[in-house]
């Protein structure tokens, strides 16, 4: 069974800058597509990012493009989500989910607050 552990999240005012790591274990990790959800009190989870297995490809949700930057590095076996110009908006707890074909990981989140 895959594991996934996030890190990163706190209390950032708005404007600022946070960068979330998830952190992949007990699974061939360079094979998996990754990808960030969010998920804010009282609304379903949504997709925020996500990136290929190899890195070559990314795609953002129209509230977040040009503002967050998914990365991986699979050598250290971590995506990365780089956050800019950051609004209250996107207060939530942020997951990272690894998929290939039928198979699914999820973190159990950690939590983001933009707040003055």
């Known amino acids: 069974q895959g594991e996934l552990v996030e890190s990163g999240g706190g209390l950032v005012q708005p404007g600022g800058s946070l960068r979330l790591s998830c952190a992949a274990s007990?699974?061939?990790?360079?094979?998996?597509?990754m990808s960030w959800y969010r998920q804010a009190p009282g609304t379903e989870r949504e997709l925020v990012a996500l990136?290929?297995?190899?890195?070559?490809?990314?795609n953002y949700a129209d509230s977040v493009k040009g503002r967050f930057t998914i990365s991986r590095d699979n050598d250290r076996n971590t995506v990365y989500l780089q956050m800019s110009s950051l609004k209250p908006e996107d207060t939530a707890v942020y997951y990272c989910?690894?998929?290939?074909?039928?198979?699914?990981?999820w973190g159990q989140g950690t939590q983001v607050t933009v707040s003055s």
């Open positions: 990136i290929t297995s190899a890195g070559d490809r990314t």
């Open positions: 007990r699974f061939t990790f360079s094979a998996y597509a």
């Open positions: 989910k690894a998929f290939r074909l039928t198979r699914t990981y």
